[in-house]
């Protein structure tokens, strides 16, 4: 008997977690939760590859999966929802690795799993758009319907200069060269789903079943080109100009804490403070917090909509004339300033000026 | 319309964020046409814009949703006659396919309107051959099988449950069909695939759930079968009317086994909430001091609590949300004579249908009859009670060759797709 593709994910998983975890931590690390426990786990048990690897994974679905295994008697129950291998799993996934590798190579959902989705959602639709340019079809449904995905491909495709042909030649030699860097990957399981002008991209679903393969190992080698694309266009941008710029600036990975990253991205989309406040049910003082963060980090985060201008100003005089971050002093010379504003634009104006 | 050349087109829908939705009212005098979703009617700075506009016509796609006689009332329609009287009252169209007398009274009603001028085209499509077969509980999976092996292309076949429609799906697959299951439970990107595919005729069959077919439009859909039977005579002819649409002839099947009708007033059930989840609703909310006006914060709670499917919750925290100025035992009690009604409606369509499924003369008659038409002349290959004894007429003119295993080679592919020269045809071309 020999074990699915699934199943070896599963065992290797549960074994690096050595019975020490349940198998809703292995849920929620399928599922990419961004809660500190999850984040930690992935950490310790060596299993971040896998982080998002199945977003759309059901708890029960694994549950079921889970009690076949153990029916196959593979898996041994130790106490409720802890499993771990028993000696024929072990067996099994021991002869399973001397054929296959596992984790794919370039699978690294810690790493890349907040940019994964964005950017086959922009090549994807970048790829449909090229195609219809260049055969100069003018109508067409796009195959993404998110609507930040199709503003992005217009105001892209506007700012470039090459023109379609020469847009088109672009895509075309820097996907080619990146997946020639590496002879192990199969284009074949990304270029199958993708969207021309005279033909429709095919789902995972038929992707898999056209290249014989299991579903399950399908999902994780399309994230592995994924992680392998992001990967080197970000390590390479000198060389991948095109496919670097699906990548944004602000979206490239930010020393934030998980709470403030939350933050920043309903912030990005246009919520204001008390919106997240509620939406997040954190106090407002909190939500502050995470924006001083971020005014630390990012230095093109705009304050305007938080400290007008001439407010700015006046505290930075303020801070000038004291001479000192104290807070207490600065307000005395700022006087409708709240602590947030003050700390907010000390922030963004950095501190050395003042120390 | 966008896709068809249209660049002034906008649509106001809840899938913007803030920030989207600020920019498009911004610059909302800048289009020539706007799509607005019901639930959108509901937001103040959106019927605040829309009425410092000057807008010269209404259109109200699927005004059947308006009335409560609707098969599909949907009462964010109910708005539409406020979100009128606000625009000033603007010349008004009201459209749908399918809408019995008392829902086009309903819909004149509901949106105010004085002067009307009706445009009442026959519901009757000469030609879409009708049938109805009845089969055993085991023998139309074989059936179904048979149908899809035999009749030409590309059609649509409707379930009422996805399982069934994925199953039959994979089957047909493993017969060499080219055939894909379409249903709610699929991933935006999907759905979108699978449709597309279809439309470009990489697809030969969609076995469906209702799901499928809004806003789609292929014109040469050569039958529609129907696996289970639908809950209602007015969208069954919905999903018919999807066949045929070059005017070239074409066949709806319904498939029949004694006791279906069970399946049906199940899936009616499961759209509401019953007397008991009302009763649990409500004096839970009474316990936790929960007010009726932030019902929808609690989502978790109350679903776990209840047992709310989707649709159940959905519907329950709408229909409260939109009250709850008015006294609690007030609402309870209006909650639950409405489901009662509603419950006693649908149950009424499932008759009808059933007694359509059962009506021993011409099919096509019943269905004029059902929408207060005159029968008309009948078609010569009318329906399965006019002597269109077999449906071979429309088999597969030729067998088409089931596609082989061919060598994927996705440079070709990718510089096909991006019109670009690759190696391999470099190579062909030197030879
Ligand atoms: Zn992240
Ligand atoms: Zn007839």
Redesign the interface.
Same mark, same amino acid.
Do not use: C, H, T, V
């Given at each position: 008997m020999e074990i699915t593709y699934t199943e070896a994910v599963i065992l290797y998983c549960l074994k690096q977690l050595k019975g020490e975890r349940t198998i809703f931590s292995l849920y929620h690390l399928y599922q990419g939760k961004k809660s500190s426990q999850t984040i930690q786990d992935a950490h310790l048990y060596h299993l971040t590859p896998f982080f998002q690897a199945f977003p759309f994974i059901s708890r029960e679905e694994l549950a079921r999966q889970i009690e076949r295994m153990e029916k196959k008697s593979l898996l041994d129950k130790k106490s409720n929802e802890h499993f771990i291998l028993t000696s024929t799993g072990d067996l099994k996934l021991g002869e399973y690795f001397q054929a296959n590798t596992l984790p794919p190579k370039y699978l690294d959902g810690w790493r890349h799993h907040h940019l994964t989705a964005l950017f086959w959602e922009r090549l994807s639709i970048l790829v449909q758009v090229c195609s219809n340019l260049v055969y100069q079809k003018k109508s067409f449904i796009p195959i993404q319907n998110k609507l930040e995905t199709l503003d992005w491909v217009k105001a892209f495709i506007k700012k470039r200069q090459e023109g379609r042909m020469g847009l088109s030649s672009t895509l075309f030699l820097e996907l080619l060269n990146c997946f020639q860097r590496d002879k192990t990957i199969d284009p074949s399981i990304l270029v199958l789903r993708l969207t021309g002008q005279d033909r429709i991209g095919l789902t995972s679903g038929q992707a898999a079943e056209l290249l014989g393969m299991d579903h399950t190992r399908y999902q994780l080698e399309f994230l592995n080109i994924l992680h392998f694309l992001i990967g080197t266009v970000s390590d390479e941008a000198v060389e991948f100009p095109l496919l670097n710029a699906l990548i944004p600036e602000a979206e490239k990975p930010v020393p934030f804490t998980l709470s403030t990253e939350k933050t920043f991205q309903l912030l990005n989309r246009g919520y204001t403070v008390e919106q997240i406040s509620r939406i997040r049910n954190l106090k407002r003082s909190t939500i502050e917090d995470h924006i001083v963060e971020i005014a630390l980090h990012i230095k093109n985060f705009d304050l305007a909509a938080y400290v007008p201008k001439d407010k700015e100003k006046r505290i930075l005089e303020a801070a000038k004339e004291t001479s000192a971050k104290k807070l207490k002093l600065i307000r005395e010379y700022a006087e409708d300033a709240s602590y947030f504003e003050i700390r907010l634009v000390l922030a963004r104006n950095g501190d050395q000026k003042w120390k | 319309m966008k896709? /068809?050349?249209e660049k002034r087109a906008v649509a106001l829908n809840s899938?913007?964020?803030?920030?989207?939705k /600020?920019q498009v009212l911004r610059s909302l005098h800048e289009y020539k046409f706007i799509f607005i979703s019901p639930e959108m009617l509901g937001v103040h700075s959106v019927l605040e814009r829309l009425s410092e506009m000057n807008i010269s016509l209404l259109a109200v796609d699927e005004a059947h949703c308006i009335s409560q006689w609707g098969f599909d009332f949907r009462p964010d329609y109910l708005k539409l006659g406020h979100f009128r009287s606000l625009l000033g009252n603007p010349l008004t169209l009201a459209l749908t396919a399918t809408a019995t007398e008392e829902v086009r009274a309903d819909i004149v009603k509901c949106l105010g309107l004085e002067k009307i001028h009706e445009f009442i085209y026959s519901v009757d499509r000469p030609e879409i051959s009708i049938s109805v077969e009845e089969a055993g509980y085991q023998e139309k999976q074989k059936r179904v099988l048979e149908l899809a092996a035999s009749l030409q292309g590309p059609g649509i076949i409707y379930f009422s449950s996805k399982k069934m429609a994925e199953q039959i799906a994979a089957m047909l697959?493993g017969k060499g069909e080219r055939a894909?299951a379409y249903h709610g439970g699929l @991933?935006? @990107?999907?759905r979108?695939?699978?449709q597309?595919?279809f439309i470009?005729g990489?697809l030969n069959i969609v076995c469906a759930t209702s799901a499928f077919g809004m806003g789609i439009n292929k014109e040469n859909i050569r039958y529609v079968i129907h696996y289970h039977m639908p809950l209602q005579l007015e969208s069954y002819l919905q999903e018919i009317g999807r066949a045929g649409r070059d005017g070239s002839e074409s066949i709806a099947i319904l498939l029949y086994s004694a006791g279906d009708e069970q399946l049906s007033f199940q899936l009616a059930e499961g759209e509401l909430p019953d007397q008991f989840q009302i009763e649990r609703l409500f004096s839970s909310a009474e316990e936790k001091s929960i007010s009726m006006s932030e019902i929808k914060q609690h989502e978790e709670l109350f679903t776990g609590y209840c047992g709310f499917t989707e649709t159940q919750w959905r519907f329950s925290a709408d229909f409260i949300e939109s009250r709850s100025k008015e006294a609690f035992s007030i609402i309870q009690k209006k909650m639950g004579n409405y489901v009662t009604e509603r419950l006693q409606m649908k149950k009424t369509k499932i008759f009808e249908m059933l007694q359509y499924i059962q009506h021993q003369g011409c099919k096509r008659s019943f269905i004029l009859n059902y929408f207060g038409e005159p029968s008309s002349s009948r078609p010569q290959k009318c329906c399965s009670n006019c002597q269109l004894n077999n449906e071979q007429y429309f088999y597969k003119k030729e067998p088409v060759p089931a596609a082989g295993p061919t060598y994927?080679d996705? /440079?070709k @592919?990718?510089?096909?797709?991006?019109?670009?020269v690759s190696e391999t045809d470099e190579k062909e071309q030197i030879q």
């Open positions: - | 896709a /068809k050349g899938f913007l964020s803030p920030d989207q /600020k697959r894909m @991933e935006q @990107e999907n979108i695939l699978i597309q595919q470009n990489q994927y996705w /440079k @592919e990718l510089a096909s797709i991006l019109r670009q």
